[in-house]
């Protein structure tokens, strides 16, 4: 099957390597991710057009010099008519309404999403686009803003883009997804769905719900306490300023995996509670966080090592690259 | 008593008014904090020196053109025969060994100091430096970093810097201790040392538990959650990189304040974990902690308004400055 990706050390068909030569993209909703997805495509040079339910966006989207529609049935006969990569980047929510509509109009086409979990997603896509080829996407990148007028060209820039990589996965629509955040400028994370939603769980949602809880307590001590926050304050509840409705997409999409972190992180703040109470210490739980902390810089703050040896469609392929992922400061691409 | 602080609306001694005017400073310790503020007065163009307990950070403090020395006995005795203003800088946990030889070598100075609780220092001082003149400080200004080498002197610029403002407390050395941190460019929030402890331990000391726990639970999880990790987890766990040592003195000398708001703050966590259990809804939690994030942007953007009307020193001054600093958006200078 021989595809070679020579230049990151991991082979793949030559085609996918120029990111002008892959299939046009059609990206379902232009908020912060989609909007900022169809920006950088553009930018990249790749064919590409979007959807969005509302007029504004739509109207803003065009201003800017990009093809984009409020009709949903056009742009996926189009989408099908170009055999387009579809980027699903709508909230969690509004999926299972869109799928049978993009089976019905373009199930012949290559589907990712860009939705915070994997899991749900496949299994809405299993339930309600039987038949659509589909390789699930996460790029990890974002801010609190949200919307057209919060999109950024260089949002995907040096992030890490997760691609579902399972034993049943086609390689060739792998390396089509792999591709696309190749050409946003991401780095490839191959993981499986569920791994992925542990650990998004852990380093995602869970920060949203400490967030509030700081948030929370912070507003609630007096007035005088909010004139005072400063760094620690600012940094630490960041995230709480996201809109209410897409926190509460993301998360409760993910339920049983934050239910476990979020167990445990009470779990942990109780300990503290009681040594700090029993003892006047709190020691055990800073040292923790410490190490933790300077563990996650290590990792975030090393050049990235290429996944090596391995041909994408061999037997064994898929395993291998998450082995290979799975090692600190080892990534796709 | 007349004292005209007029541009601000707050009347005080004129001679306050001119930095250059203001007694000699000696700062005792020159850590991120104390070495910060030297080299923001050395700026400010006021005559200033300090100690510190290392030879290396003398030097380093030497080299960049201070005066600095590891002789803390000698240091004193400058600062008695200058009248200095004291400001201790160095750790909660130095402060017991350090305050009977501040008493001994210096007790006719005033002592000002930058811990980040103010009942325990005054309780300290009471019980070890019986006489000594204090009026406490604590400037809402860090970084996770720490030691010489991390000092910036522009680190007070535009931050809050309480001063403790009691009945009994005397205007002049509260003027003395307020313009200090005008001189380095912040703004003044008088407050009672009771309600800074608790306010700080809201926005200040718990967030450095929240995020020992968030980034404890997600470095547990797996390689691939840290390498996924990207803005909600960094800025969330930013402040656990900061020296346990540092992190520890500063929290267990706030215990029961801590204590308080770390409870309430498990509460919340059960109740959001409960709902989601029982319900698949983060709601409530999600909806306080975006309320809780915005008004705090509320205050943190808006221009800051000045106390008016207050004679410091004329009967009452104390607790209305209190009264005003309280208001949302208002500010002393």
């Given at each position: 099957m021989g595809r070679v990706w020579e230049s990151e050390g991991v082979t793949a068909?030559?085609?996918?390597?120029?990111p002008h030569a892959g299939p046009p993209v059609c990206v379902l909703g232009l908020g912060l991710i989609g909007g900022s997805l169809l920006r950088a495509l553009h930018d990249a040079g790749r064919q590409c057009y979007g959807y969005n339910r509302s007029t504004q966006t739509v109207e803003a989207a065009t201003a800017s010099g990009h093809r984009a529609s409020t009709d949903l049935i056009a742009t996926l006969r189009q989408a099908a008519a170009d055999d387009a990569l579809l980027?699903?980047?709508?909230p969690m929510t509004t999926i299972d309404d869109l799928l049978p509509v993009i089976a019905e109009q373009a199930g012949t086409c290559l589907l990712t999403d860009v939705v915070s979990v994997k899991r749900p997603v496949a299994e809405s896509v299993t339930r309600l686009a039987r038949g659509q080829r589909y390789v699930g996407g996460h790029p990890m990148a974002g801010t609190s803003r949200s919307g057209w007028a919060a999109?950024?060209?260089?949002?995907?820039?040096?992030a890490m883009w997760m691609v579902s990589t399972e034993d049943h996965t086609d390689p060739d629509d792998w390396l089509v997804v792999a591709s696309l955040a190749r050409t946003v400028g991401s780095l490839v994370v191959p993981a499986a769905p569920d791994a992925h939603d542990r650990a998004v769980a852990a380093i995602s949602h869970l920060p949203h719900l400490t967030a509030a809880a700081t948030a929370a307590v912070g507003a609630g001590e007096s007035d005088l306490a909010l004139r005072l926050a400063a760094g620690s304050f600012r940094d630490g509840t960041r995230?709480?300023?996201?809109a209410p409705a897409l926190q509460r997409a993301m998360l409760e999409a993910n339920g049983i995996a934050l239910l476990n972190v979020l167990s445990e992180a009470i779990n942990r703040l109780t300990a503290v509670r009681d040594e700090l109470r029993d003892?006047?210490?709190?020691e055990v739980l800073v040292d923790d966080g410490h190490r933790a902390r300077l563990a996650y810089e290590a990792i975030a703050g090393a050049d990235p090592v290429a996944i090596s040896g391995v041909t994408v469609g061999d037997p064994g392929w898929a395993e291998e690259l998450r082995r290979q992922a799975h090692r600190a400061r080892v990534w796709f691409g």
């Amino acid at each position: 099957m021989g595809r070679v990706w020579e230049s990151e050390g991991v082979t793949a068909p030559a085609a996918r390597l120029d990111p002008h030569a892959g299939p046009p993209v059609c990206v379902l909703g232009l908020g912060l991710i989609g909007g900022s997805l169809l920006r950088a495509l553009h930018d990249a040079g790749r064919q590409c057009y979007g959807y969005n339910r509302s007029t504004q966006t739509v109207e803003a989207a065009t201003a800017s010099g990009h093809r984009a529609s409020t009709d949903l049935i056009a742009t996926l006969r189009q989408a099908a008519a170009d055999d387009a990569l579809l980027v699903l980047a709508t909230p969690m929510t509004t999926i299972d309404d869109l799928l049978p509509v993009i089976a019905e109009q373009a199930g012949t086409c290559l589907l990712t999403d860009v939705v915070s979990v994997k899991r749900p997603v496949a299994e809405s896509v299993t339930r309600l686009a039987r038949g659509q080829r589909y390789v699930g996407g996460h790029p990890m990148a974002g801010t609190s803003r949200s919307g057209w007028a919060a999109t950024d060209p260089t949002l995907f820039r040096d992030a890490m883009w997760m691609v579902s990589t399972e034993d049943h996965t086609d390689p060739d629509d792998w390396l089509v997804v792999a591709s696309l955040a190749r050409t946003v400028g991401s780095l490839v994370v191959p993981a499986a769905p569920d791994a992925h939603d542990r650990a998004v769980a852990a380093i995602s949602h869970l920060p949203h719900l400490t967030a509030a809880a700081t948030a929370a307590v912070g507003a609630g001590e007096s007035d005088l306490a909010l004139r005072l926050a400063a760094g620690s304050f600012r940094d630490g509840t960041r995230v709480a300023g996201t809109a209410p409705a897409l926190q509460r997409a993301m998360l409760e999409a993910n339920g049983i995996a934050l239910l476990n972190v979020l167990s445990e992180a009470i779990n942990r703040l109780t300990a503290v509670r009681d040594e700090l109470r029993d003892r006047g210490s709190v020691e055990v739980l800073v040292d923790d966080g410490h190490r933790a902390r300077l563990a996650y810089e290590a990792i975030a703050g090393a050049d990235p090592v290429a996944i090596s040896g391995v041909t994408v469609g061999d037997p064994g392929w898929a395993e291998e690259l998450r082995r290979q992922a799975h090692r600190a400061r080892v990534w796709f691409g």
